[in-house]
C-alpha cells in the first residue's frame, strides 16, 4: 500500500515493502500466462463442454472472417428473405467446438434495427439452434418514406428537449427497417447529439415510422443513470451510476465499472458495503461524521472518474492496468484515519475521514495520486524506497496535478499544490508544493546524495520541482490565482515548456524508460530519452528537460 504522506511512517512503510513485493508477483505471473498461451485457442474453463474458450486475437478475426465467408450460405439455411444479409458482430466458441455466432441484419441494405440473431452451430458445422430478436418474417412494401426526414427530425429533438437537451438541429438522420417490435416497418433513426441537463453527453436515437410519423421507439444512446453528487470539495458533480431495480448503486459503469464502497469506519480488508440510493441525488456537500454519509463517498467516486478520464483522454490509457478494468474505492475506512493510500493486492483505493471524521481525504489530487500509484506498479513499477521510492511518489504527484488541472472543476481548480483541500495540517495549508517542495518543512527542492535517506514523501521534492520547472519554468509566477515562486539550485533561469508536454514526456519515460531501480540519474536520461523520442533529440522540449534536471542538481 502507498500512502499519501508519512504521518504514519512506520505501519505504512513495512506495509509498502510487503505489497511492493506483492506487485511484483502479479506482474509476472499476468506475463507468464500471456506467454503460455498458444497462438490458437486456449482451454475452456473448469474443463466443461460448454465453457467458452478464450480466443486469441487472431484467432477470433480468422473465426469471424470464416463466418462471413459463409454468411450468405448461413442466410438461406435459417429462411432468410432474398433481401437479407447477415454481417457478423461476434463470435464465442465453446470448448467442446461449439461455434455461436452473433449477426446484424440487413433488408435491401438497410439495418434492420432488432433484427439481430445468434446462429449455434455444432463442431461439424451443423445449425443446431437460432436464437433471433423477432420470429416476425420481414417484408416491407415500400422503401420509400412518406415522411419528410425533416418532419422525423423534429420529433427527435422535441424528445431530446424534454431531456434537457439544448440541440436546435439533429446529427443525422438514416432509413432503417425497425423490427425492434410489432411488424417490422421502414423507419427513420435520428440522432441528437449534445448534453443532458446535467452535462452527461446525451446520444438520443428516435425511431420514426417513415409512413405514419408515429414515434416507434427512443433510447439513450450513453447508457447507465445519471446521478447528482454534492460533494465536499469539488461542488455538484454529474455522477454516472447504475439502476439495480429500484434502487441506484454507486457503480460507474461507462468507466470500468468503478464501484464506491462505505467502510463505516471499520478496518477491515473487506470492500464494504456497495453505497446505493433511492432517487440518485447522493451526498449533501457538507460534512459529516456520519458512518452512513455519502458524501466522502462522492467526491471519491467523482475523483476516481475524474482520473480514468484524465488517462484515457491525456495518454489513451483505459484504465490503471489499461484493460479497461477500474479498481474500486472505499472510504469512511478507520476512526479519525488521517490518511489515504492505494494497495495493489486489493486492487482498491482506501480513503481515511480525517481528523474528527469530517475532513475526509477524497479531494481530487489525492484520488489522481492515489490511482496514480497503480499506474506505476503495473509499469515501471518503481520500489517504494530510496530514490526510487521518491519518484514513485512524485509520479503521484505529478499526475495526481494532472487530474486536477483536467477536471477544470471551479471549486477545486488545478494547482501545483497537494492536498490543499483536505485540511491536512489543521490550518487549510497544503500538503506538499511543487514549485519549491522545502516550503512543506521536509521536502527536498535539489538532489543530494543523501536524498535518498529520505521518507519517500519527501525525497520526492526533487522530481516534483523538476516537474514544475519544465512545465512552468523558473521564477514568479500566478496560475488560477496561485502564487508561485520556483528556486533553480545552480542559479539558472529555466523556461517551461508547459504542463500538456511535461506530462506526456512524464509518461512516455514511466512506461518506456523507467524500471523498478530507476533513481534520479536514470531519471534524468529516461526523460532525456522520452523527450527525444516525443520531440526530437536536441528539440527545445529536450533541451528543456536537461535544463530542468540540472536546475534541480541532477546531472
Ligand atoms: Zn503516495
Known amino acids: 500500500m502507498t500512502p499519501l504522506y508519512a504521518r504514519h511512517k512506520r505501519t505504512t512503510l513495512a506495509v509498502a515493502t510487503a505489497v511492493a513485493a506483492g506487485a511484483l508477483l502479479t506482474t509476472g505471473l499476468t506475463t507468464g500466462t500471456a506467454a503460455a498461451q498458444t497462438p490458437a485457442d486456449t482451454s475452456g474453463k473448469a474443463g466443461l463442454a460448454g465453457a467458452p474458450l478464450q480466443l486469441t486475437a487472431a484467432a477470433r478475426t480468422t473465426l469471424i472472417k470464416q463466418q462471413q465467408a459463409g454468411a450468405a450460405d448461413t442466410a438461406r439455411k435459417i429462411g432468410l428473405g432474398a433481401k437479407e444479409k447477415l454481417v457478423v458482430k461476434d463470435v464465442v466458441k465453446d470448448a467442446d467446438g461449439t461455434v455461436h455466432t452473433r449477426y446484424e441484419r440487413t433488408y435491401a441494405g438497410l439495418p434492420v434495427l432488432g433484427g439481430d440473431l445468434v446462429v449455434h452451430e455444432s463442431k461439424s458445422g451443423a445449425t443446431k439452434s437460432v436464437t433471433k430478436a423477432t420470429t416476425k418474417s420481414i417484408k416491407v412494401a415500400s422503401l420509400t418514406p412518406k415522411l419528410t426526414v425533416a418532419k422525423a427530425e423534429k420529433q427527435a429533438l422535441s424528445a431530446a428537449k424534454a431531456a434537457g437537451s439544448e440541440k436546435t438541429a439533429a446529427d443525422g438522420a438514416r432509413k432503417v427497417i425497425w423490427a425492434g417490435s410489432g411488424t417490422p416497418v421502414l423507419a427513420y433513426e435520428t440522432i441528437v447529439g449534445g448534453f443532458q441537463d446535467d452535462g452527461t453527453p446525451n446520444q438520443l436515437h428516435v425511431i420514426t415510422d417513415a409512413a405514419t410519423g408515429k414515434k416507434l421507439f427512443e433510447y439513450q444512446g450513453i447508457e447507465n443513470a445519471t446521478g447528482t453528487g454534492k460533494s465536499l470539495y469539488s461542488g455538484t458533480v454529474s455522477l454516472t451510476t447504475t439502476l439495480s431495480g429500484s434502487t441506484y448503486q454507486l457503480t460507474d459503469g461507462s468507466r470500468g465499472t468503478h464501484k464506491t464502497y462505505n467502510k463505516s469506519h471499520g478496518t477491515s480488508s473487506s470492500a464494504g458495503t456497495l453505497f446505493t440510493d433511492a432517487d440518485n441525488t447522493w451526498g449533501t456537500g457538507t460534512a459529516s461524521s456520519s458512518a452512513t454519509d455519502q458524501t466522502a463517498a462522492v467526491d471519491a467516486a467523482y475523483g476516481a472518474a475524474e482520473t480514468w478520464d484524465f488517462y484515457k483522454s491525456t495518454f489513451g490509457r483505459s484504465g490503471i492496468k489499461n484493460n479497461g478494468v477500474a479498481a474500486y474505492s472505499r472510504v469512511h475506512y478507520g476512526n479519525q484515519y488521517v490518511n489515504a493510500f492505494w494497495d495493489d493486492s486489493c486492487f482498491c483505493m482506501t480513503y481515511g475521514d480525517g481528523e474528527g471524521n469530517v475532513d475526509p481525504l477524497t479531494s481530487l489530487d489525492v484520488a489522481g495520486h492515489e490511482m496514480s500509484h497503480g499506474v506505476t506498479s503495473n509499469t515501471a513499477g518503481l520500489n517504494y524506497s530510496g530514490e526510487s521510492g521518491g519518484l514513485n511518489e512524485a509520479t503521484s504527484d505529478i499526475f495526481g496535478t494532472g487530474v486536477e488541472f483536467f477536471a477544470n472543476n471551479a471549486s477545486d481548480k488545478g494547482d501545483y499544490l497537494i492536498g490543499e483541500k483536505i485540511n491536512i495540517n489543521g490550518d487549510g495549508t497544503p500538503l506538499r ?123
Open 433 to 555: 508544493y511543487m514549485d519549491k517542495p522545502s516550503k512543506d518543512g521536509g521536502s527536498a527542492d535539489s538532489w543530494s546524495s543523501s536524498v535518498g535517506n529520505l521518507d519517500v514523501h519527501y525525497s520526492s521534492g526533487v522530481a516534483n520541482h523538476f516537474f514544475y520547472l519544465l512545465s512552468e519554468g523558473s521564477g514568479a509566477k500566478t496560475i488560477n490565482g496561485v502564487s508561485y515562486n520556483s528556486p533553480t539550485s545552480n542559479g539558472s533561469t529555466v523556461t517551461g515548456i508547459g504542463r500538456d508536454k511535461a506530462l506526456q514526456i512524464w509518461y512516455k519515460a514511466l512506461t518506456t524508460y523507467f524500471t523498478s531501480t530507476t533513481n534520479y540519474k536514470s531519471a534524468r536520461t529516461g526523460t532525456l530519452s522520452a523527450a527525444a523520442a516525443l520531440y526530437g533529440s536536441g528539440s527545445t522540449e529536450y533541451n528543456a528537460v536537461a535544463a530542468a534536471w540540472s536546475a534541480v542538481n541532477v546531472s
